[in-house]
């Protein structure tokens, strides 16, 4: 039989019988589910529908590691604005497609091989069954919660039916993909199989079902409401609430909606329930939380395109091996985090205790196996191949890149760029972790300054995604196209910074940290700050951040900001008060809190307050409302974020926001910082910033943001 191709679909027929939609949307790296489309897959079911000879149709993908990635979100954000009646309508027609593949008189089968999510996990549920390869990048799941949504096209109402009630609540509600063996367990799978075998067991599953006809049975029971009691649901009900609630914290409405949809609709039909979900659906579709976790997808994805220049045609070099000077924390961090992605890595320190003690580090990281929870021992064997721990600097020039992560001190550092640089490769890079160290002073020394820059990786680095690559004032387009491609290559996401006291998130953040001494030394109540910031949504106070970045650090960051920006950094004393006492946060085991519990969580310790005596107000304790302590820690952060912007130290205004989501923890359910003040406008915060300004120039609305009050101008322009 002659075969059919339209834009995004190929028909072909491996056997007479059986027909084969290969899903391969031209020009692109991912197959999207667009209006396009869905329009050209009706076509094909039209025409297949009619047909009376088909035994069974198999959908699969022509692109390797990629099912279907979801539906074409820019398109769902242009439609924010349009009526509730519309968003159901849409629902409903995007439902009553994919349902056509459990109604055709024939077997439906999905073949599964990389990424299927969203969209593409509910048109594979519509159909009566699923084969999954078993390659690393194959994952099933429906991440719609992570944009403030819940599946809008059967993925609630299918799930709930295919895998129980239970399992499909923690796959809708938590939005996390399960890999093939946890599907096949779960009975979303009918088989895992090798990639080069999908096709052909997609074609046994069909003969299969074709004589015993369980399908059928199936669509009976799928179609009907769920066979559970009141009892179970309630039960169900209670406990998914109260999971959902302490990991939501109540920032994240659509787990409930999803969670209230599923449990509504479990003693329905099929097309009942159906009906729920896309009533659910539009009750949460264009909410301010839907916008701002959508723009948060729109930064992830920005970043996964962005060369780091914006001049055409510069290729960065392939960095296939690394060394790393220093062992600590960061440098151990470093080489595990490349060791990880197989790329030979060597690293070194002043002894050779302390490189031995690194390695320990590194191995202990890379072997850990997320599956079971602990050491892996082939791991280890795996990964300690690509480990070279040494003294001697000819094994550490060889490398592509060496990245330099010794103690933050300008001497130190220029000491081992003077010994290395010589002897390195010619087209070798040569880059500095430094977090507070000017790039081009580090640099200034350098026979090749072009071939340096800084690469600013994030503490634990095992957990942290941002990488901020620095530019010098002589870092050459190439250094940087190298650098940020090199980041993305070990699965981080790396954004541009120019040179300048901070970078970008330090600078940032040190506003709202060096805010909280002052509310505290205002009188306010330690506890309150922390509630008042974690209300905000971020992930601690800022005074246990205190403690877990290091007050000895924190303090030799502040003093490097206050030599800056002296007119706008107040150095409160009680950083250096609590150094001289040694009291250094997490690693000393007391700080603002005490760890030296048995899980080393922070408590409250009650010599504190002697030390903090002497630095506190003597009009003593001041109430301040929840309010009142977001705007004095916030604001500073957003005032500083202005004055990054003037002095045009990022590309782009998004790149601030990716910068603060993955670098701090700034809450995505707001979308940015930028994009939370959008939300504002400028006249509002000039506004907030009044009874502040009193407390000085940090409070003091800058000329951008003045500029933007008349014309109601945002921070996010059309891209």
């Not at 099912?67 to 769902?76: Q, T």
Request: aromatic share 6%; with cysteine; net charge negative.
């Amino acid at each position: 039989m002659v075969a059919t191709k339209l834009n995004n679909f190929a028909l072909t027929y491996p056997e007479s019988d059986l027909a084969l939609l290969t899903f391969d949307s031209p020009d692109k790296g991912a197959n999207i589910l667009s209006r396009n489309v869905l329009a050209e897959l009706s076509q094909h079911l039209d025409s297949l529908e009619q047909r009376d000879d088909l035994a069974g149709l198999i959908l699969i993908s022509g692109k390797p590691g990629m099912f279907v990635a979801g539906a074409d979100l820019r398109e769902f954000a242009a439609s924010f604005n349009v009526p509730r009646e519309d968003i159901v309508e849409t629902c409903r027609n995007g439902q009553n497609l994919f349902r056509r593949l459990s109604q055709c008189p024939f077997v439906t089968v999905a073949a599964i091989n990389g990424i299927c999510v969203g969209g593409g996990a509910e048109l594979a549920s519509w159909c009566d069954r699923r084969v999954m390869s078993d390659e690393p990048r194959t994952e099933f799941g429906f991440p719609e919660v992570q944009l403030g949504l819940l599946p809008g096209w059967g993925g609630t109402a299918r799930s709930s039916r295919i895998v129980g009630l239970g399992n499909a609540v923690e796959l809708v509600t938590g939005g996390k993909s399960i890999d093939p063996h946890t599907a096949s367990k779960m009975g979303y799978a009918s088989a895992v199989v090798s990639n080069d075998q999908l096709l052909n067991a997609a074609i046994q599953l069909v003969r299969l079902e074709q004589q015993s006809g369980n399908y059928l049975k199936d669509r009976e029971i799928w179609r009907a409401p769920i066979d559970v009691n009141e009892t179970e649901l309630g039960f169900l009900g209670i406990t998914a609430s109260a999971y959902i609630q302490d990991q939501t914290k109540g920032n994240y409405p659509a787990p409930l909606a999803a969670l209230e949809v599923m449990l509504g609709a479990a003693g329905q039909d099929v097309d009942t329930a159906c009906q729920m979900e896309a009533d659910g659906m539009a009750e949460l579709f264009g909410s301010p939380v839907n916008a701002s976790l959508l723009n948060i997808f729109f930064l992830t994805d920005r970043n996964k395109k962005d060369t780091g220049v914006n001049v055409a045609g510069v290729n960065p070099e392939k960095i296939e091996s690394v060394s790393v000077l220093g062992s600590g924390i960061m440098g151990a961090g470093i080489a595990a985090a490349n060791v990880k992605r197989e790329i030979p890595t060597a690293i070194t320190d002043i002894s050779s205790e302390a490189v031995a003690r690194g390695i320990q580090e590194i191995i202990k990281e890379v072997a850990y196996n997320k599956a079971t929870r602990g050491p892996d021992v082939e791991r280890a064997v795996k990964y300690s191949a690509l480990v070279n721990g040494t003294l001697s600097d000819e094994e550490l020039v060889s490398a592509d890149l060496v990245i330099e992560a010794v103690v933050e001190n300008l001497d130190i550092k220029q000491q081992s760029y003077q010994r290395l640089e010589s002897k390195m490769k010619p087209d070798a890079i040569l880059a500095s972790n430094t977090s507070t160290i000017p790039v081009t002073e580090l640099a200034s020394q350098l026979q090749n300054p072009e071939r340096f820059c800084g690469i600013h990786f994030f503490n634990p680095v095992r957990r942290m995604k941002l990488v901020e690559v620095i530019r010098g004032e002589k870092t050459s387009d190439k250094t940087i196209a190298t650098a940020v491609a090199y980041a993305k290559q070990i699965g981080k996401s790396p954004i541009v910074v120019n040179d300048g006291p901070g970078f970008l998130v330090n600078r940032l953040l040190f506003p709202y940290m060096q805010e909280a001494l002052e509310l505290l030394s205002e009188g306010a109540d330690m506890k309150a700050i922390e509630r008042a910031a974690k209300k905000f949504g971020m992930p601690m106070g800022p005074i246990e951040l205190y403690d877990m970045v290091g007050i000895d650090t924190a303090l030799y960051a502040g003093s490097t900001m206050a030599a800056a920006f002296p007119e706008r950094v107040v150095s409160s004393p009680i950083l250096q008060a609590m150094v001289d006492a040694g009291r250094l946060g997490r690693k000393s085991g007391v700080g603002f809190y005490s760890y030296q519990n048995r899980k080393h969580k922070p408590a409250p310790d009650a010599t504190l307050s002697d030390l903090l005596e002497p630095y506190l107000s003597s009009a003593g304790a001041k109430t301040f409302s929840v309010e009142e302590l977001a705007s004095r820690l916030f604001m500073p952060m957003l005032l500083e974020a202005t004055r990054v912007l003037e002095a045009r130290i990022v590309r782009d205004v998004r790149d601030v926001d990716l910068g603060l989501i993955f670098g701090i923890g700034f809450p995505p359910f707001r979308g940015g910082l930028l994009f939370w003040a959008d939300t504002m406008g400028a006249a509002s915060i000039v506004e907030q910033l009044k009874p502040l300004e009193e407390l000085g120039p940090r409070f003091q609305p800058t000329d951008l943001l003045l500029s933007m009050v008349p014309d109601g101008d945002k921070f996010y322009t059309e891209s």
